[in-house]
């Protein structure tokens, strides 16, 4: 074998040892349990046990269990994902993982209870968004701070969030269009929006079962606008019934457009037409808690749908790099979740696919009554 060549690969495997082991004692300090250091959230030691977290974990959010053999249940649940955020601390550095109020679900059930995308193939008759310049696009922008985005909200255990992505969009850009700025009607979606892509069989949405953001403008374009919230509140359930009512509406539907995978067509389109619904896979975000998430391998299924407010930029540690940019994303499981409700995510290859379903829509004055 050439020396040269033998070289390298020693050298080679030394820097990913010395990496691999500086991201280990990020993720799990100098502690050897299967617990990592962000467990505690300020009022405990990693050391005293699973047993010990699991009970800060039922006070801070609220658990109780209806027999010993569901809280017996739950709390293996729990060991588990806590092994599970150490994995996910391990792959995703940059970020912090630990406890947050889904760490008494499975994986499947978190898919079941929370997240909801449907038929995620784009609908055929999609508009294209514009290409527009990017030569002028600031280093960072947060819609947040220019008054285009409401409090974050919570969908609870229903599979809604893509009601949440689509008022989210129309919330930004009905605020572009008038001026004022509207929460709107989630559950309007939830109980009335049924539509469906043609070409797909079972793309339906569905309420708590899940839908499509481009579904919901579509549903929109055609009753005519959403509610507020505060006429239409969310109640987080498949209702059964559709109390739309036509003199209510808040907001409606220009149009609304399909953005180029090109990120910054993404930052473009972000920055002139106000935020973006955007899907993604949320694998990591069972477990997050802050930071910029940048994980080494997640799968680029969409399975959840978000809000696109912003981008920036920051340095991290272990590993020093230079600024890491990234996404600023509105979630939409309460305040509790997250940076006060809030994911960062790594910009620059499509992590997770959040470049791969962006829409963004154009609002126009509801009619006055």
């Given at each position: 074998m050439d020396?040269?060549?033998?070289?390298f690969?020693?050298f080679?495997l030394l820097?990913v040892?010395?990496?691999?082991?500086e991201?280990?004692n990020?993720?799990?300090?100098?502690?050897?349990?299967p617990?990592i250091?962000q467990?505690?959230?300020g009022?405990g030691d990693?050391?005293l046990?699973?047993e010990?977290?699991?009970?800060l974990?039922k006070?801070?959010?609220?658990?109780?269990?209806a027999?010993?053999?569901?809280?017996?249940?739950?709390f293996?649940?729990?060991?588990a994902?806590?092994r599970?955020?150490?994995?996910?601390?391990?792959?995703d550095p940059s970020?912090i993982?630990g406890v947050?109020?889904f760490?008494?679900?499975t994986p499947?059930?978190f898919?079941k209870?929370v997240?909801?995308?449907?038929?995620?193939?784009l609908?055929?008759d999609?508009n294209?968004?514009p290409?527009l310049?990017?030569?002028?696009?600031p280093?960072?922008f947060?819609w947040?701070?220019?008054g285009?985005?409401t409090?974050v909200?919570n969908q609870?255990?229903?599979g809604s969030?893509?009601s949440?992505s689509a008022?989210g969009?129309?919330?930004?850009?009905?605020?572009?269009?008038t001026?004022?700025?509207?929460?709107?009607?989630?559950?309007?979606l939830?109980?009335?929006?049924h539509?469906c892509d043609?070409e797909?069989?079972g793309?339906?949405?569905?309420?708590?079962?899940g839908?499509?953001?481009n579904?919901?403008?579509e549903?929109?374009l055609?009753?005519g606008g959403v509610?507020r919230?505060?006429d239409?509140p969310?109640?987080?359930s498949?209702r059964g019934?559709?109390?739309?009512?036509k003199?209510?509406i808040?907001a409606?539907?220009?149009n609304f457009?399909?953005?180029?995978?090109?990120?910054?067509q993404?930052?473009?389109?972000?920055?002139?037409n106000?935020?973006?619904?955007?899907?993604?896979?949320a694998?990591?975000m069972?477990t997050?808690i802050g930071?910029v998430?940048?994980?080494?391998i997640c799968?680029?299924?969409l399975?959840h749908?978000?809000?696109?407010v912003g981008y920036g930029?920051?340095?991290y540690?272990?590993?020093?790099?230079?600024?890491?940019?990234?996404?600023i994303?509105k979630n939409?499981w309460g305040e509790n979740?997250?940076?006060?409700?809030?994911?960062?995510?790594?910009r620059?290859?499509?992590?997770?696919?959040?470049d791969s379903?962006v829409?963004?829509v154009?609002a126009?004055?509801a009619?006055?009554?």
């Amino acid at each position: 074998m050439d020396r040269n060549y033998s070289l390298f690969v020693v050298f080679s495997l030394l820097f990913v040892s010395a990496i691999s082991s500086e991201i280990e004692n990020v993720a799990v300090g100098s502690n050897a349990e299967p617990l990592i250091q962000q467990v505690v959230d300020g009022d405990g030691d990693p050391r005293l046990g699973a047993e010990h977290h699991f009970s800060l974990f039922k006070r801070r959010f609220g658990k109780s269990y209806a027999s010993k053999e569901e809280h017996d249940y739950r709390f293996k649940v729990f060991r588990a994902n806590l092994r599970r955020a150490r994995r996910h601390q391990s792959l995703d550095p940059s970020a912090i993982h630990g406890v947050t109020q889904f760490s008494d679900l499975t994986p499947s059930e978190f898919r079941k209870q929370v997240l909801g995308l449907r038929g995620v193939r784009l609908p055929s008759d999609a508009n294209k968004a514009p290409i527009l310049p990017t030569d002028d696009l600031p280093s960072n922008f947060d819609w947040r701070d220019h008054g285009a985005v409401t409090p974050v909200k919570n969908q609870g255990s229903c599979g809604s969030c893509w009601s949440f992505s689509a008022t989210g969009a129309l919330e930004g850009a009905h605020y572009l269009a008038t001026g004022e700025l509207v929460s709107l009607s989630e559950q309007q979606l939830v109980d009335c929006d049924h539509e469906c892509d043609p070409e797909e069989p079972g793309s339906c949405d569905a309420g708590c079962n899940g839908g499509l953001m481009n579904s919901a403008f579509e549903y929109i374009l055609k009753s005519g606008g959403v509610m507020r919230e505060e006429d239409y509140p969310y109640t987080g359930s498949d209702r059964g019934s559709c109390n739309f009512d036509k003199k209510k509406i808040a907001a409606s539907v220009a149009n609304f457009s399909v953005v180029s995978l090109d990120e910054d067509q993404i930052a473009a389109n972000l920055a002139k037409n106000g935020p973006l619904a955007v899907a993604i896979n949320a694998v990591f975000m069972q477990t997050y808690i802050g930071g910029v998430s940048c994980p080494y391998i997640c799968s680029r299924r969409l399975d959840h749908g978000v809000l696109l407010v912003g981008y920036g930029s920051a340095g991290y540690a272990p590993i020093r790099m230079k600024e890491k940019p990234y996404w600023i994303i509105k979630n939409s499981w309460g305040e509790n979740w997250g940076e006060n409700g809030y994911y960062k995510i790594c910009r620059g290859r499509n992590v997770c696919g959040v470049d791969s379903m962006v829409s963004t829509v154009a609002a126009v004055h509801a009619p006055s009554h």
